[in-house]
C-alpha cells in the first residue's frame, strides 16, 4: 500500500523517511520550487526559516531529551543536523544551507520515495499524512477546513529575526562568549549601557510597522513574540528577555553589562549571523533604522531583514488522537506546526509519531506505545488531550512529561532522572522493533 506525504518541512521528511525506511512506498508532494510560500526562498527541503538553533542539546532540558529520543529512534532530521552541525555553545545549530540539502538529496534518493512537485488542494485520498506547515497554502487551507467543518483552525503570528554580516560588525564593541561560559564561546555579544538601552527601547515601541492583515499584540504567539511587542510590555521586559546580561562579563570593563544583545552564527562560514530572540516586523528601514542604535551593530550590513507571517494550526484537542491522525478516520494524519506543536525538534517529533503508527496501521501491526513518560509521547498526548479548553501551540516541557514518581528536590537532578527514565522506555521500544 503507498502512503501520501504533504509537504517536504521538517515534519514531512520525517515522515516519508520512516514510512520509506518500513518498506512503505510514499509519494511525498512538495509545491516547491513551483510554488513559495511567504517564509521560504530554497527549493531545498526542510528549509529552516525562523532560526538556525535547534535549540539546548543538554538532557537537563526537555528539548535536549526529545532530540535523544529522536536520534535513538533513527531520525532522519537529526542525524543531518549533526552531520551539519556548527558551534553554538550548549545548542545544537547546523549550517542551513547545507541541512536542506542534505535532507533533500537522502529523501531524493531513496528507492521508496516519489518526490512530486505539484500543490495539493484538496485533502487526497488515505492513507495520509498532511504535513504542509503553519504557512498551508490557501486552497489546502480551505480544503482542510471544510474537511473538519470549517471549527478546526485557529491562528497566530510569528516572526523571523534579522540576518547580519559578520564583518559588519565592530568587533572592538563585540567579544565572542557563552552565557556562564558554558560550552564554547560562541556567541558574539554586543553591549548597551543603561542610556542607550533606554535609548534603544524608546524608538523600538515607537518605530513603525509593516502592515500585517488582521495583526494585534494579543495574536502573536508567545514562544516567538516581535521584539518591539516586547519591549512595549515595560521598560526591562528585553533585559529579562532576549537582551539579559545574566552570566556574560564583558572583557572592556570586567563587569556585567547593563544589556546585551547576543549573534549567533547562521552559517557553517560564520559570516552571517542572526539576531537572538529579534524576531520583527516592523518597516525594514525602521529595522535599519533602529537595531544600528545598537552600538556594535551601527553599520550593520542586513543581508535579511525580519518578517512577519500568519500560522495556521489546528484545534488539535477536538480534532486528533495522541497519534496524530484524524478521531474519525485514522488513515489521515497530521504532523508539524500544523498540529500546535511548536519548534524544528517538536515537528519532527509529530512527524515521526504519525508515520510509524501509519505504518503499524497499513501494515496491521500494533500502534506503538510512546507513553506520557516519553517527550515523543508526551507531545502527543498534549495535543489530543480533549480537556485543553483554550489550546496554544506548544514547545516541549517537562510539565507535559509524568511526574516522578519520587521527588527530586534539585531541579537539574529532577529532569535528569525524568531524561534517563525516558531514555530507558525509549531503548526498550526501539529494541522492540517500533
Not at 532560526?51 to 528539548?63: F, H, I, T, Y
Not at 552571517?272 to 535599519?288: A, I, M, P, S, Y
Amino acid at each position: 500500500m503507498k502512503v501520501t506525504v504533504v509537504g517536504a518541512g521538517l515534519a514531512g521528511c520525517e515522515a516519508a523517511w520512516q514510512l520509506a525506511c518500513r518498506g512503505i512506498d510514499v509519494a511525498l508532494y512538495e509545491m516547491k520550487p513551483k510554488k513559495m510560500s511567504p517564509a521560504h526562498h530554497s527549493p531545498d527541503f526542510a528549509e529552516l526559516v525562523c532560526s538556525n538553533s535547534l535549540r539546548g542539546d543538554r538532557l537537563e532540558n526537555a528539548v535536549g531529551l526529545l532530540k535523544e529520543e529522536l536520534r535513538r529512534c533513527g531520525s532522519l532530521i537529526l542525524a543531518c543536523a549533526e552531520a551539519t552541525r556548527v558551534e553554538a555553545g550548549g545548542c545544537l545549530a547546523v549550517d542551513r544551507g547545507g541541512f536542506a540539502k542534505m535532507v533533500t538529496e537522502k529523501i531524493r534518493n531513496h528507492p521508496n520515495i516519489t518526490v512530486i512537485s505539484e500543490e495539493v488542494t484538496e485533502i487526497p485520498e488515505a492513507p495520509v499524512i498532511i504535513a504542509t506547515g503553519p504557512l498551508t497554502s490557501d486552497a489546502l487551507s480551505e480544503a482542510i477546513g471544510h474537511y473538519f467543518g470549517d471549527t478546526g483552525y485557529l491562528h497566530f503570528f510569528d516572526a523571523a529575526a534579522p540576518l547580519v554580516t559578520a564583518e559588519s560588525v565592530d568587533s572592538s564593541l563585540a567579544w565572542w562568549q557563552s552565557r556562564y561560559d558554558r560550552g564554547t564561546p560562541d556567541y558574539l555579544n554586543c553591549a548597551l549601557d543603561k542610556e542607550q538601552y533606554e535609548q534603544f527601547v524608546r524608538e523600538l515601541t515607537t518605530a513603525e510597522e509593516a502592515e500585517v492583515h488582521g495583526f494585534e499584540d494579543k495574536n502573536v504567539f508567545e514562544g516567538c513574540m516581535p521584539v518591539e511587542v516586547m519591549a512595549r510590555r515595560g521598560p526591562d521586559t528585553l533585559r529579562y528577555g532576549p537582551m539579559k546580561p545574566v552570566g556574560l562579563k564583558d572583557p572592556r570593563t570586567g563587569k556585567e553589562p547593563y544589556a546585551v544583545v547576543q549573534l549567533r552564527q547562521d552559517n557553517a562560514a560564520k559570516s552571517v549571523f542572526n539576531l537572538v530572540g529579534f524576531q520583527t516586523h516592523l518597516k525594514f528601514g525602521e529595522q535599519k533604522r533602529v537595531f544600528s542604535m545598537i552600538p556594535a551593530l551601527a553599520n550593520a550590513e542586513f543581508v535579511r531583514y525580519g518578517v512577519m507571517h500568519q500560522n495556521t494550526f489546528l484545534q488539535s484537542p477536538k480534532l486528533l488522537d495522541r497519534y496524530y491522525a484524524d478521531r474519525r478516520n485514522p488513515l489521515v494524519a497530521f504532523a508539524g506546526q500544523m498540529t500546535g506543536v511548536e519548534g524544528y525538534v517538536e515537528s519532527t517529533a509529530s512527524g515521526y509519531l504519525a508515520a510509524v503508527a501509519m505504518a503499524a496501521k497499513v501494515q496491521g501491526r500494533p500502534l506503538p506505545d510512546f507513553p506520557k513518560e516519553t517527550a515523543i509521547g508526551a507531545l502527543g498526548l498534549y495535543i489530543s488531550d480533549a480537556a485543553i479548553e483554550y489550546f496554544q501551540p506548544m514547545n516541549v516541557n517537562f510539565s507535559i512529561i509524568a511526574p516522578l514518581e519520587k521527588r527530586v528536590r534539585k531541579k537539574s537532578e529532577k529532569n535528569l532522572a525524568i531524561s534517563q527514565r525516558s531514555l530507558d522506555i525509549i531503548d526498550t521500544l526501539v529494541e522492540s522493533g517500533i
